[in-house]
């Protein structure tokens, strides 16, 4: 039996010519429910619909937008950062 939660994120990569990649466009349903800390990244675009839970420490960054739709929540005492910037995964 697991103690952590299944994960949906669906991915796009891509290739620059110096092979590196990055997620294009990222979808995230997953709910992030306690003591969890992720950075999440895409050269392009987040979209979230998913729950900040209570001590969690999230940071969503993409290249151009963000968006949090309808069901994005975070609960009291969870972190939440949203940065519009370049992609640093290798």
């Not at 949906?8 to 990569?13: A, R, S």
């Not at 990244?41 to 209570?54: F, M, R, S, V």
């Not at 151009?64 to 929540?73: K, V």
């Amino acid at each position: 039996m697991s103690d952590h939660y299944p994960m949906t994120i669906d991915l796009i990569m891509t290739f620059d010519q110096c092979g590196n990649s990055c997620i294009q466009n990222l979808v995230i349903t997953q709910d992030f429910v306690n003591n969890e800390i992720e950075t999440l990244e895409a050269n392009q675009t987040i979209q979230a619909d998913n729950l900040i839970g209570i001590t969690s420490d999230i940071i969503y960054k993409a290249g151009q937008s963000i968006e949090l739709n309808s069901g994005f929540e975070i609960l009291l005492n969870g972190i939440f950062e949203a940065l519009i910037g370049d992609c640093s995964s290798p």
